[in-house]
Nanobody
């Protein structure tokens, strides 16, 4: 069974931190690149960060560069997003995804989680 389950979202004040996790089934994780996307109300889903299978390649959106860090633990089939210095504009539903290549392109990802809400208050 293919499954991606996000956790760690919540309500935080501006300037605070959260760590998101994405627990995946073996079939959706092993050998796959992983990524985080987010979608704010009324907006399109946008790329946040991606990491290749062996963590050799990582990408981050300009809007989160220097504040968010993507990582993965292949022994645990889990990916993380450490989010620091959070801003109200980071408020969104955050989704994890897996695909063959670490890209910024939403269409490159095959498997998706259900999302976790992150709300940053001013």
């Amino acid at each position: 069974q293919v499954q991606l389950v996000e956790s760690g979202g919540g309500l935080v004040q501006a300037g605070g931190s959260l760590r998101l996790s994405c627990a995946a089934s073996e079939r959706a994780f092993s050998g796959y690149a992983m990524a985080w996307f987010r979608q704010a109300p009324g907006k399109e889903r946008e790329f946040v960060a991606a990491v290749s299978w062996l963590s050799i390649v990582t990408y981050s959106a300009d809007s989160v560069e220097g504040r968010f860090t993507i990582s993965r633990d292949n022994a645990k089939n889990t990916m993380y997003l450490q989010m620091n210095s959070l801003k109200p504009e980071d408020t969104a539903v955050y989704y994890c995804a897996s695909g063959r290549r670490a890209t910024r392109d939403l269409g490159s990802y095959t498997f998706w989680g259900q999302g976790t809400q992150v709300t940053v208050s001013a």
